[in-house]
């Protein structure tokens, strides 16, 4: 059975709901750490291999210059970060990274473009990169900002398996973060990807100085999709110096593990990706995020910009644990 299956398989767990009132997240959030812990690992045991973890490798192949006003990004033309803008990888280029994730153990490559939304012609690179990576056996996934539904469809045609598109936040804290673009254009996007048919992938960010209530919101909204993403990224913030959110406060390492509880609570068919910000995370911390039923991981010393554990530390990490990466 091919991952895409089993995971679209999994969205359709027995009992997802899709009714997840904001008072029910919340309710969730303030459960005492042990139950809500019980109650997550009792989840994800029965939906998933709780010992298996799924793993992508990222590769930024159009990074910097980016003209939007994310707060968090260290991509966004306007903060100085250091980051130089660059133009899209060639093709060549591209695979070679691939083939070297493959060969590392990677079961997905997730190319990811610093875009406000791509052009036609962005689109085209894009479906021939898409179908290279296909064709050495990877699932593919991409991130290249809003879609339009004829894009979303053109990429569904060279063999896309995923597409990353994160709402980040609650919609009340989202304008606090963002102002370039919509909490609603995300939305637009996000059903271009579904009813194109590419399986979604949509998280979003904790630790930008947002409230309990800004993680209900966003554990509800996702929740609340007409069919639940089947792969959820949930981030720590990487605090990069130039941004805006530099000097963010540094979240309790508990409160990101409940963040993960609760999404896996209310999304039990869902791959919970911990994923930003493992570079700075203890090995407890991150067990207790397997243990609260996160099931993915980014493997490869870069995420898109900045640094993520080498792989050594992380197959120890998964020796350590008996895990194993998803077949
Ligand atoms: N430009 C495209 C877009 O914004 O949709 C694709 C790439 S963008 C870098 C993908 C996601 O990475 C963002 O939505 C955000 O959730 C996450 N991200 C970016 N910078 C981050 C940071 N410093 N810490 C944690 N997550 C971050
Ligand atoms: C996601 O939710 N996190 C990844 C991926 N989707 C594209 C990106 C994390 C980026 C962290 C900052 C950087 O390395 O530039
Ligand atoms: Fe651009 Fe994406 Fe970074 Fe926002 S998150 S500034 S859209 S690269």
Known sequence: MSLSHHVSAGVMAAGARHDWTREDVRALFALPFPELMFRAASVHRENFDPTEVQISTLLSIKTGGCPEDCAYCPQAARYDT??????????????AEARAAKESGASRFCMGAAWRSPKDRDIENVCAMVEGVRALGLETCATLGMLS???????????LDYYNHNLDTSPEFYGAVITTR?????????AHVRDAGINVCCGGIVGMGEGVEDRVGMIATLAGLPVHPESVPINMLVAVEGTPLAASAKLDPLDFVRTI??????MPGSVVRLSAGREDMSAETQALCFLAGANSIFYGPKLLTTPNPGRDRDMALLDNLGMRPMA
């Open 82 to 95: 250091g980051v130089k803008a660059e133009k899209l990888m060639a093709l060549d280029a591209v695979l």
């Open 149 to 159: 539904g004829d894009q979303a469809r053109r990429l569904k045609q060279s063999g």
């Open 182 to 190: 919509t909490y609603d254009d995300r939305l637009d996007t996000l």
């Open 261 to 266: 509880a609760v999404a896996r609570i209310c």
